[in-house]
Structure formats: C-alpha cells, structure tokens
C-alpha cells in the first residue's frame, strides 16, 4: 500500500489506537478507561477500512462500540459500590515484564518470518463474499455460533435472575 | 515510512494485544479484566484482517469470516462477564479481583 | 431538451458537477483534489444541516402551536421568523456552567461527542445521481452502526454531569436506544434483503428501475423504522428520556448555554439523519419517476425528506407519551416478533419470485399486497393475542404490560 492518503490513514489511526490503548491501562479512573477503550475500537475500526476489509470495520463500529462498550458501561454501572478505581493489584511488575516480553517476541516474529506472496490488490467488496462464505462453507460454525449466542444469553439472564420464588409485582 | 506493509499491522496488533494482556493480569477491578480481554480480542482480529489482506491465498476472505466469528464469541463472553460481575457484586460486595481469594490456601 | 445539459457545469440537476467542473480546471495533484472535493462536499452538507435545523425549529414550533389551538412565536421579525435566531443568539450569551464534581473533561466532550453520529450518517446518503460523498458498499450497515454511537455518547453525557436525573434519563435512554436498535436492524434488513444490495445508491436506483417504491412492499417495516426513529431522536410519543416532567430534562440536565444547543441541534439532526435513511430506503430517494431528469434530484430528495420529518413532528403535537414499561414492552413482546416474521416472510419471497421467474409486473404487486395484507393481519392478530382490544374498555391495562413491569422493576414497581 503506498498511496498517499492510505499511509497517512494508516499512521494516524495507529497513533489513535495504540496510544488510547495505552490510555486505557494506564488512566486511573475507570469510566475515563471505557471512554478510551471507544476511542480505541474507532481506530480499529479505521485500521480495517485502510485494509479494505470495509464490512469488518461498520461491524466493529456496531457490536464494539454499540454493544460491548455498553455491556461493559453496564457491568460499572450495576456494581454502585464497588470501586471505580482502575489501578493494579500487586501483579503489576510480573505483568508488565510479561506484556513486554510476549510484545518483543511478537514484533520480532513479524519482522523475521518471510509471509509468502503478497497481495498487491485490496478487496472489492466484500460484505457479499463473507455472506456466501458464512452460510456456505462455514454453515456449521455459524449454527454452533448462533447456539453460543442463545446459550450466552439465557446464561446470563440466569445468572443475574434474582433468588428465590418470583414474587408477584403489583 | 512510505510505504505500509503487513508488519506494521503485525506491531499494531502486538502491542494492543501486550497492552489486553497486561491489563487482563495487573488489573485489580474485575471490569479492567474484561477490557483487557476485549482488546487481545481485538488486536487477534487485527493480525486476522491484515494477514487476510496481504497474504496470497485460495481463500482470502476466510480470515474475515473468522473475525465474524470472534466478533460473536466476543460478544456472548462480555454478556456473561457482565452477569458474573454482578454476581460477584451480589455475593462479595466487590469485583476486586484481589478479593476473590476464597480458594487460595 | 433536459438531456442535453448532461454533465455540463450550469446541469444544476446535479450539484456535483460545477464543483467537479471548479476542481478540474483548477489542475490540482490528485490527493489534494481528493481532499478539496471532500472538504467542499462536508462543507455544503453542514450548511445544509444547519439552515435546515435553524428552519425547522421555527417550522415545529409554529406547527405545533397550531395543532395545539395555540399562536406559536410570533414577536421577533415577520411572523416570528427570526426567533430560531433569537434562541441561538441566546444560547451562545450563556454562561457555561459545569456542575460542582462534574467530571470536566467528559462533561465538556458530551455534546462534541453526541453530535458525530448525527452528522457522519450524511456522509452514505445520495443526495443526487452523483451527489453522495461516500459511496459505500455497506451503507445500510454504516448508518445503523454510525447511529449507535449515539449509546455511549448519551452514558458519557449523563454519567458526566453527577447528577441523578441526568445519569437515569441516560439509563433510559441507553435501554430504549438498544432495544429499539434491534428494531431498526430488522426492518432495514428486510429491505436489504429484498433489494439485494446494502449500497444506498443501488438502493435508489432498484426502485427507480422497477418504478416502486419499497413503502409499497412493505409497510410495516416502513412503520417499525420510523417508530425506531422516533426513539433514537426522542420524539413524542417515544421522549421518556427526556420527560420533562420526572426527569427535569433528560440527560442533558446541567447543560445549559451552547453546550445544550448542541444537544438540541444534534436532536434535530439525527432526526434529519432518519428522515434521509427513511427517504432513500423506501421513498425511492432522488428520483421521481422519470421526473427527475427536469426536477434537480436534490430537490426532490429534501422535498421527501422534509415530509417524512414533518411526520415526526405532527406526532409530537398530537400523542401523549408513552410510559418506559409501555415503550419496552412494544419494543421486546409487540415490534421484535413482527419485525422476525418480516424478515422470514421477505426472505421466503424473494425466493418464491426467484424460484418461479415471475415477470416484475406481476411479481411486485403480488408481493405488495400479500405483505400489506399480512402486515395489518398481524398487528391485529398479535395485538389480540397480548390483550389489547379484547373489548374490555377502554381504563383496562394491557395484560403485556403487567408482565413486562415485572422483569424489569421486579420488587419495585415503575409507576
């Protein structure tokens, strides 16, 4: 990719979403780190679109930023007494020496392992291609998908219904 | 610099994927996990998109399907996450991680 | 003769080509062409936005106060027509205030933030054959996902703000923007479905090549996404979020000054936003039958617009609001299984009309009528079926409702 506007795209959205990122560890108070972690999935959101994956990117916006994102506004908001603080336990040292070592090792695999041919052409389209793969090839894993999502659901409803017998609201 | 190839991608995902499991480990509010969680699942789909993007291969757009995919585990996981934080809220009035320590010696 | 004047700078028909003409004979590198173009297009879309806001809020008030036996404002400048002035002139005097344990910085990005969705959507929507600034393959989709940047936004607003009506209106809000979205995704999916396509410009120009509009096939997913609009803009009967009269005002309570006009015009133009999706979707968008080729396109489309708009603010002069319980209810037990058979029923039609390569004249009709004949069936029917108009008068509460206060106020009750 070597137009102009694509790498110019590419740097400000990295910029965006490794420094919110950042942020998000690093802000102490917890609503402020959800505000980050949007902002954050926006960028990815731009990432996908500077790599022409256009359906995965409106997809991110929606589930990322309309669902998650909320979901987890909803976890903060349901447990008023708990802190809002968002600071380390005692782990702190051992997980940042591990993060950086999983990162070093990671950025160094990218950079030494040839990746094979390159494609030199973006994608079209592709909302329609991922439509015909999902219900064709990956039938299966879509059902099982769709399972997942209706066993996830009554799961958590069951798990936050409140105890005993139901009584009758009037 | 003037030209973007799939390492940068390939960083990009690294260190988002460092920052989750940094945060999924150190953090003590039970929230900060899951947004740990959220964003290793983030930086997967990153390297997912930008393989499929880069990569010669039969099947290119496989890669975003598997991204649908973890897209939709994601989702159903942040749902139960939330039930059991509150839960948790329920029982131990706290989701200090920290605290969660009725099994340890 | 009209066709003559194609792609000639003064073709007015389409406002792209002068300015396409302008940035041509400037000569410029193609990147900053690219950008030059896009800056003027925003730039022509946002004065657009806030002319028409700035119409519209004198529009409504004058409307309403009709409906309402009421004179409307009538004192600054002929008929009252400078008042939308006024009221911005007014807001911008105001003093700022943030509220003691606000919290600042998410305080102040409230209404920046609230106002992006509202504005971005505009982006997909063709305004003309070759007026559109973004011609995505995913429109449908980007507009919907755009639109629930809103949710957050709101929390954001409310949370900010440290005070309780404002972060229980923002509750209220985020639990009718969510269900309602489900709504709006189903009913747009229909459509999707039908067309074939999710790019809003092969939306408008199928209609334009079968000669239908998509309202005509099917209305009650035309209905389910202005209702669901209705919710996402806060307008009467769907405004429980910001119910004056429990709420002090919504989850913009402590903002006051311009911050507030933010709010207001970002209502207005999320309204507008639905109207447009609303207009290209099933209205048939810029085209007129054929008429479009006299009429400038762009014309057209904002005459649509305007009227589905005004729709929403005839209901709000004239439906009472709905309470939570109500609205959740309509949203889970009464709208969510219509809008499911919608889809099945679109689906199962399309395949029909493909599996037996009907001619379009008979196929269209024929799926028109059996989907509006369905459609007021099942209201009806469900409506029967969940208790309302078993003929047992007119106080009786609805037995759906009961139900549903109990799921979600269980141990206390809402009203």
New interface residues.
């Given amino acids: 990719m070597e137009d102009t506007g694509t790498v110019v795209a590419f740097w400000i959205f990295a910029a965006i979403t490794v420094g919110a990122a950042i942020g998000v560890a690093a802000v102490r108070n917890l609503i402020h780190s959800v505000a980050l972690l949007i902002v954050t999935f926006a960028g990815l959101a731009g990432l996908y679109i500077t790599l022409s994956a256009d359906f995965i990117a409106v997809v991110q916006v929606l589930i990322y930023i309309g669902a998650i994102a909320i979901l987890i506004i909803f976890a903060i908001v349901l447990t008023p007494r708990a802190g809002r603080h968002n600071q380390e336990s005692f782990m702190l040292l051992p997980a940042l020496a591990l993060a950086a070592l999983v990162a070093g090792t990671m950025i160094f695999v990218a950079f030494d392992t040839n990746w094979g041919a390159q494609r030199s052409e973006g994608f079209e389209g592709t909302a329609t291609a991922i439509g015909d793969l999902l219900l064709d090839r990956y039938a299966l894993p879509f059902e099982i998908a769709s399972v997942l999502l209706l066993s996830a659901i009554v799961g958590a409803i069951l798990l936050v219904r409140p105890e005993g017998p139901e009584e009758e609201a009037e | 610099?003037?030209?973007?190839?799939?390492?940068?991608?390939?960083?990009?995902?690294?260190?988002?994927?460092?920052?989750?499991?940094?945060?999924a480990?150190?953090?003590?509010?039970?929230?900060?996990v899951?947004?740990?969680i959220?964003?290793m699942f983030?930086a997967a789909?990153?390297t997912f998109?930008?393989?499929?993007?880069?990569?010669?291969s039969a099947?290119?757009?496989?890669g975003?399907?598997f991204?649908?995919?973890v897209?939709?585990?994601?989702?159903?996981?942040?749902?139960?996450?939330?039930?059991?934080?509150?839960?948790l809220?329920r029982l131990r009035?706290?989701?200090?991680?920290?605290r969660m320590d009725l099994l340890k010696w | 003769m009209p066709i003559l004047l194609r792609g000639e700078w003064y073709d007015l028909r389409d406002l792209a080509n002068p300015v396409r003409e302008l940035i041509d004979g400037l000569g410029l590198v193609s990147e900053v062409d690219y950008v030059l173009w896009s800056l003027i297009a925003s730039l022509a879309i946002l004065t657009w936005l806030v002319l028409s806001v700035l119409a519209f809020i004198w529009i409504e008030r004058r409307v309403v106060a009709r409906m309402q036996n009421r004179k409307g404002p009538n004192r600054v400048g002929p008929a009252g027509l400078l008042q939308p002035v006024a009221d911005a002139l007014k807001l911008l005097l105001k003093e700022a205030i943030t509220t003691r344990g606000a919290d600042r910085l998410l305080f102040w990005l409230g209404p920046v933030i609230i106002f992006i969705p509202t504005i971005v959507v505009f982006a997909v929507v063709p305004f003309g054959e070759s007026m559109v600034l973004a011609d995505l393959n995913v429109g449908v989709l980007f507009m919907i996902a755009v639109a629930g940047i809103m949710t957050p936004a709101v929390f954001l607003a409310g949370w900010s703000s440290n005070n309780k009506y404002a972060m229980l209106a923002a509750m209220r809000t985020i639990a009718m923007l969510i269900s309602y979205e489900i709504i709006q995704v189903l009913a747009l999916l229909a459509a999707v479905i039908f067309i074939g396509s999710m790019n809003l410009q092969t939306i408008v120009s199928w209609q334009d090549e079968y000669n239908t509009w998509l309202i005509f096939i099917m209305p009650l997913a035309l209905v389910a996404y202005l209702v669901a609009g209705a919710v996402e803009i806060n307008r009467s009967p769907m405004d429980i979020s910001e119910a004056e009269s429990e709420l002090a005002a919504g989850y913009h309570t402590e903002y006051g000054g311009i911050k507030f006009g933010f709010f207001y015009q970002a209502e207005y133009l999320a309204g507008f936003a639905i109207a447009a999706s609303a207009t290209t979707l099933f209205f048939g968008g810029w085209t007129l039958w054929g008429l479009e080729e006299w009429i400038p396109g762009w014309l057209i489309f904002l005459g649509k617009l305007y009227a589905v708009f005004f729709v929403y603010i005839w209901s709000r002069g004239t439906l009472p609001r709905l309470r939570i319980d109500q609205l959740m209810t309509f949203a889970w037990k009464f709208m969510l299984p219509l809008m499911i058979l919608n889809v099945l029923l679109v689906a199962a039609e399309v395949v029909i009309w493909e599996e037996t390569g009907a001619s379009r004249n008979v196929a269209l009709p024929a799926i028109g009528a059996v989907n509006a004949a369905l459609a007021a069936v099942l209201v009806i029917g469900w409506a029967r079926f969940l208790g309302h108009g078993s003929g047992r008068g007119r106080g009786y509460s609805a037995t759906l409702t009961r139900e549903v206060g109990k799921i979600y106020y269980t141990g206390a009750e809402a009203s």
């Fill in positions: 610099m003037d030209s973007i190839e799939l390492e940068h991608f390939l960083v990009v995902g690294a260190l988002l994927f460092a920052v989750g499991l940094y945060m480990l150190a953090k003590k509010n039970f929230v900060g899951l947004i740990g959220e964003l983030n789909n990153l998109i930008s393989f499929s993007r880069f990569v010669e099947e290119p757009l496989s975003h399907v991204v649908v995919f897209i939709t585990v994601a989702a159903a996981e942040a749902a139960v996450a939330l039930a059991l934080a509150v839960l809220y009035d706290t989701i200090d991680v920290d």
